[in-house]
Nanobody, 116 residues
Framework: QVQFVESGGGLVQPGGSLRLSCAGS????????LAWYRQTPGKQRELVAG???????NYADSVKGRFTISRDNAKNTVYLQMNSLKPEDSAVYYC??????????WGQGTQVTVSS
């Protein structure tokens, strides 16, 4: 059974940084195109950043220049480095496949709160 386990969230002040980690089961991280998504109450889950199996990356316009997605195949882990955080970045962050996330692959997510 495929699982993603997200971690690294927390409370940070505006302008601060966090690094999120997503550990995948088996070798899914090295095989598939993956992405970070985020969701706030009452809103649809949105794609934040993606990385292909070949290493190409894509970002939502709202995070370009501030967030960086990377992958360590040996550790079966995808990372999201988030800098210059804004209150509107507050959300629960998840990882899953891209472009078509699977409903049975969603993990618990990790909460990011940006507040002074």
């Amino acid at each position: 059974q495929v699982q993603f386990v997200e971690s690294g969230g927390g409370l940070v002040q505006p302008g601060g940084s966090l690094r999120l980690s997503c550990a995948g089961s088996g070798s899914i991280v090295s095989i598939y195109n993956l992405a970070w998504y985020r969701q706030t109450p009452g809103k649809q889950r949105e794609l934040v950043a993606g990385i292909s199996s070949g290493g190409s990356t894509n970002y939502a316009d709202s995070v370009k220049g501030r967030f960086t997605i990377s992958r360590d195949n040996a550790k079966n882990t995808v990372y999201l480095q988030m800098n210059s955080l804004k209150p509107e970045d507050s959300a629960v962050y998840y990882c899953n496949l891209q472009p078509s996330p699977r409903s049975d692959y969603w993990g618990q997510g990790t909460q990011v709160t940006v507040s002074s």
